[in-house]
């Protein structure tokens, strides 16, 4: 006997996942993880028996209910299941995933389309933020066809617009979590910043890397694995996170000098295996380094001299494996204060499948579960 989940499987960004009703799983955090773990199919590198995709981007999920605050259509509460560990982590926001949360709220009556645009309000459950997502909605309906196109995924879709409204310092506390500019740990020069996604940002130059080499590359490197992980869990308290080494973030980022026109290149670890392209709020954390005066970003990012001024708003282009990521941002400088006004980009997503999926019963027969919906 199995028991069967009602589900959408999605492409948000350049992840996958699968989006559940919260009513849907089981009530209580450990029997719904193993619920998780069975049908993704973890531990396994190949997830065989689920429906995961051997990878950190394809083995993902959104959990979706009605809203807890006030001010949102929707709460989003995003768990990254590991491949090859039986581990559910809720530590870490997931700004692709995020991209397909609007288009899903529309289609399963949380939000009415509005016209040929529909604006949803989401609140980010794991760091108790807000986002606002725009989706393509001609006569009333979510069209994920258009002309939008982003590096990492083929061909073109309709764009998502993701305008984050308060997401400095939500998981850490502070936009600058250690209070500055610049930290040394192990010997090396970091910038530790929290604007959507904790990121510990360091030049590749001072890890004896070019910073341009392939996530292959990077990840056959053992001792430098090994050095990156060291300096990622002696800062994680600076950053207010604690013990970190069973969890995802800080996410740890290597930049240098741009070469294919944008403003700063990057290499992500996520933080154990190294990213395809860069998370979505890890780009938009970069991209504040970029903007930081007196950060590791200094000589190295690519931005206008106005950069430095008191009141800055541009588009900064993150570089990374797979071709660049555009990040809006505006940010405002004093002596004593910096302060993110606005961090939005633009990304697409696409349903891919609905229908159910399954898990063995002697791992849940389907009681404490609400199979009705308000929405």
């Known amino acids: 006997m199995q028991t069967a989940i009602p589900a959408t499987l999605m492409r948000g960004g350049t992840s996958r996942g699968v989006f559940f009703h919260a009513s849907d799983l089981p009530v209580g955090v450990d029997l719904r993880n193993q619920v998780l773990l ?6 396994d ?4 028996d689920g429906v995961g995709g051997a990878h950190p981007l394809t083995s993902k999920v959104a959990v979706l209910s009605p809203p807890t605050r006030s001010d949102a259509d929707i709460d989003y509460l995003f ?3 590991s491949v090859d560990k039986a581990q559910v982590s809720d530590g870490q926001n997931c700004g ?8 899903w709220a529309i289609e399963n009556g949380y939000v009415a389309a509005t016209g040929d645009t529909t604006a949803i309000r989401i609140h980010m459950c794991n760091s108790n933020s807000m986002v606002v997502a725009t989706v393509n909605t001609p006569n009333g309906v979510v069209d994920y066809t258009g002309e939008a196109r982003i590096d990492g995924v083929p061909g073109t879709a309709a764009p998502v617009s993701l305008e984050f409204l308060d997401v400095a310092g939500a998981t850490c506390g502070a936009l600058l979590p250690t209070g500055n500019a610049v930290d040394v740990v192990d010997g090396i020069d970091v ?4 604007n959507g996604m904790p990121v510990v940002v360091m030049r590749a130059a001072d890890l004896g890397k070019s910073g341009y080499e392939t996530p292959a590359e990077l990840e056959a490197d053992a001792a430098l694995k090994e050095r990156v992980e060291a300096i990622r869990l002696a800062v994680a308290k600076r950053m ?6 069973d969890k995802t973030v800080p996410k740890m980022c290597l930049i240098a000098a741009p070469v294919a026109g944008g ?7 996520i933080p154990q295996r190294v990213h395809d392209a860069i998370g979505v709020l890890a780009a938009v954390s970069v991209a504040t380094v970029c903007l930081l005066p007196g950060s590791v970003a200094a000589g190295i990012a690519n931005v206008a001299s106005s950069a430095t001024n008191s009141d800055t708003s541009m588009s900064i282009q993150v570089e990374h494996p797979s071709g660049f990521f555009t990040v809006s941002l505006s940010m405002e400088t004093t002596k004593d204060t910096i302060r993110v006004r606005r961090s939005a980009l633009l990304r697409t997503a696409r349903k891919l499948f609905r229908g159910e999926v399954y898990v063995p019963s002697h791992v849940w027969d389907g ?3 609400e199979i009705h919906h308000d929405h």
Request: hydrophobic share 40%; net charge positive; charged share 10%.
């Open 79 to 81: 768990l990254q299941v």
């Open 191 to 194: 910038t530790c910043i929290d």
């Open 367 to 369: 009681e404490n579960r």
């Open 240 to 245: 207010n996170l604690g013990v970190v080494s």
């Open 45 to 48: 590198l190949r997830q065989i």
């Open 263 to 269: 403003s700063v290149c990057t290499r992500s670890f």
């Open 38 to 43: 069975a049908l993704m199919g973890s531990p």
């Open 96 to 103: 692709n995933i995020l991209a397909g949360v609007g288009p």
